[in-house]
């Protein structure tokens, strides 16, 4: 198994840019979720979904959209880029068969915004 | 607000001791408790969990303690080595939830 991938590895985006972050596991976990890194302030969670067609909203959802058509797929979307979104992002997933309590994590994409 | 600290300033211990970090939460009654090891420029990594009505857990040379009533977590790494040079972060979590709340983490050092 190759676990959770997440491409690209780095990104530097314009202000006003679009993008989309991709996010992909291959472990049939029904639970995917979307977190921000930043400096002295831990992980964040942005996004998340209980399984295919449901998502919702985290701690820091505004200028994130997410969507979740497969299982195994949850993209983040970037609609309008803001220098204030360079980050470490990071997804995760993880099984209802342990409750959603352990959560396997992709090796993150940094992203900078000019 | 829920809010986790960890200590900000790195830890550094000599190679053959014992880690000590510490995690304290304030508004929260977590279900459970979870630490992660994170190397330079990669994700988080699963290492403990411990429950509410769980005292301690241990994995190995891992102990992780957990005091509902200080509301603190005490993880500890004994006989330490260099390969133990990590930053380790806690994460509080609800019952059947998945979301995890997570502090900053304490960044440790093992020297030779």
């Known amino acids: 198994n190759a676990g959770v991938t997440q491409t690209p590895k780095f990104q530097v985006l314009k202000t006003g840019q679009s993008m989309t972050l991709q996010c992909a596991q291959d472990?049939?976990?029904?639970?995917m979720s979307w977190y921000r890194q930043d400096p002295g302030m831990g992980l964040r969670l942005i996004h998340y979904?209980?399984?295919?067609?449901?998502?919702d909203q985290g701690e820091v959802p505004n200028g994130y959209n997410v969507s979740r058509s497969t299982t195994e797929d949850f993209p983040l979307r970037l609609l309008s880029a803001a220098p204030s979104q360079t980050s470490v992002y990071f997804c995760?997933?993880?099984?209802?068969?342990?409750?959603?309590?352990?959560?396997?994590f992709g090796p993150g994409t940094r992203l900078l915004v000019l | 607000s829920q809010k986790i600290e960890q200590n900000s300033e790195a830890l550094n211990i000599q190679e053959g001791k014992t880690a000590t970090l510490t995690c304290n939460y304030t508004?929260?009654?977590?279900?459970?408790l979870q630490w992660y090891r994170q190397d330079p420029g990669r994700g988080p990594v699963f290492l403990l969990l411990?429950?509410?009505?769980?005292k301690e857990k241990r994995k190995e040379r891992l102990k992780v303690t957990f005091d509902t009533t200080l509301k603190q977590s005490l993880f500890h790494i004994t006989a330490s080595q260099p390969a133990d040079s990590a930053t380790y972060l806690c994460?509080?979590?609800?019952?059947?939830?998945?979301?995890?709340?997570f502090g900053q983490g304490t960044t440790l050092q093992v020297k030779p």
């Open positions: 995760a997933s993880s099984s209802n068969k342990d409750r959603q309590e352990t959560q396997y």
């Open positions: 472990m049939n976990h029904e639970y």
């Open positions: 979904s209980v399984g295919a067609g449901i998502t």
């Open positions: 508004n929260y009654s977590p279900a459970y």
């Open positions: 411990i429950r509410e009505n769980e």
């Open positions: 994460a509080l979590g609800s019952s059947n939830t998945g979301k995890l709340i």
